[in-house]
């Protein structure tokens, strides 16, 4: 089992920046792969970037391309999602995942991902 704790949702203006993190308790070495997705009602979970933990290579889709940064603190189990130049359209419930398969951070397909947190909502005001 792998626990997953998401933080730093919250409020802000577009053009403004905010921090995301995940924290992973837990058999964490079955997560190979860890991703941020975002949903919004009506709309299909969107992975928006991920990161291979073993050497750390991240994967965006082209919505976010350069705004966000996926990173992570192994030492702390964590997984930050840093967000940029921020969009009303950007406006959505943020899921952070995990995933025993590799190719999950290329695919960015939600059901590959076995592991979710409970959410944390990003709200971009314009």
């Known amino acids: 089992q792998v626990q997953l704790v998401e933080s730093g949702g919250g409020s802000v203006q577009a053009g403004g920046s905010l921090r995301l993190s995940c924290a992973a308790s837990?058999?964490?070495?079955?997560?190979?792969?860890m991703g941020w997705f975002r949903q919004t009602p009506g709309k299909e979970r969107e992975g928006v970037a991920t990161i291979y933990r073993g050497d750390g290579s991240t994967y965006y889709s082209d919505s976010v391309k350069g705004r966000f940064t996926i990173s992570q603190d192994n030492a702390q189990n964590t997984v930050y999602l840093r967000m940029n130049s921020l969009k009303p359209e950007d406006t959505a419930l943020y899921y952070c995942?995990?995933?025993?398969?590799?190719?999950?951070?290329?695919?960015?397909?939600?059901?590959?991902?076995?592991?979710w947190g409970q959410g944390t909502q990003v709200t971009v005001s314009s």
């Open positions: 837990g058999y964490t070495y079955s997560s190979v792969c």
């Open positions: 995942a995990s995933s025993p398969r590799a190719s999950s951070c290329y695919t960015r397909r939600s059901v590959e991902y076995n592991y």
